[in-house]
């Protein structure tokens, strides 16, 4: 677990919460507006104060600018509002509370829960709406019970800052952790937070050896200088990815046809096709990796290795041992689910998640699994 403290800038305005601080018996999160909206907040205010000034000032007499006064008087509140929102919850351990104070400037409502309403710290995925009308994937960290979240503290874009968070409030407050981001509902107790994978498998007891391949298996296993390597298939076309590749012609044949249509045959025509062309190559790049790359799994003591080729192209992410502190088994669900596909494996720490092995069955996936445990504490 990291030693970081509570401290992180805020994301724009898409975080939940800000900055929190450790005291004696109380843990704080206190946020605001970002900076962005401040300096926002800090526009529109001028310039209500100035349509104040003209609707309210000596040579306003005799002159239309009634609406001056009341447009005024919105963008001042609204601009005050956005520089001086604050929003701050509380945990008091000792007196087994939890307080929530909202204001602009000063504090203007308060509300004080118990702290025994809830069974758990939970780590949930949502979505925010953010700019362009498009929404944005948000880590929240709440207290809440199995069921949903109740009061929730903090929220970030980055799952790892999130998990961090959630932990450090599941210490204190002595609740499980319940992460509920993968499908798979993973709960881990507070004092086992930071206890690596392999010291629970060890614990509980490991086979030796795993078992034969699931029949018509798509994974291809050897030994390799002391480590289990196992070879994953490519993940193939998923919904959401035949989707943009079925759309991405059109998307670059009609802007191509419209563009060029006042150009004529010169030069522009060419310049138009490079700003049309070069997007769709990025994207038919980002697809052909998604689509074509192959994994593999490189597990010993020590800890994993995943590594996804396409060509000459190679990407690695390595995981040690002593800091994989999850192994969980996905689900493949919601709108895009194919009912073939198990969701495959997220391998989790502090540092990173990764997820490996999405086009799976589930006999391929719980094999993978189980041979990752007998290969880290064999």
Known sequence: MSAEPLQEQRMATMEIGGAGGLGDGRLVFASGSSVIARWLGL????AGVLMLWIGLGPEAAGREVAPLKYMGGVFLAVGLVMLLHVLRREIDRDRGLVEIVWGVGLPFGRKTLSLNTWRQVRIDVVRAPGGSGQSRRIYQVALGDDEKPGCVLWGSRRYEASRRRAEEVARF???????HTGGAVSVRE????????VERWRAEGSPRAWGALPAGSRLKVRRED?????????RGFTPPIALV???LPGSVIVPLMVLSSGVGMGAGVWIVAAFVAVPAAVCVAVISWCVGSRGEVRVDRE?????RRLGGVRRSVYLPANELEEVVRREDAGLWSSGKRSGGLVLRSDQRTCVIGVSLSEEDRDWLADAIRVAMTG
């Open 43 to 46: 526009c529109i205010g001028a």
């Open 173 to 179: 407050v002595g609740l499980p952790l319940a992460d």
């Open 190 to 197: 507070p004092e086992a937070l930071d206890r690596p994978v």
């Open 226 to 234: 002391g480590a289990l390597v196992v070879s994953l298939p490519a």
């Open 245 to 247: 590749a079925m759309t």
């Open 303 to 307: 800890g994993i290795t995943v590594t």
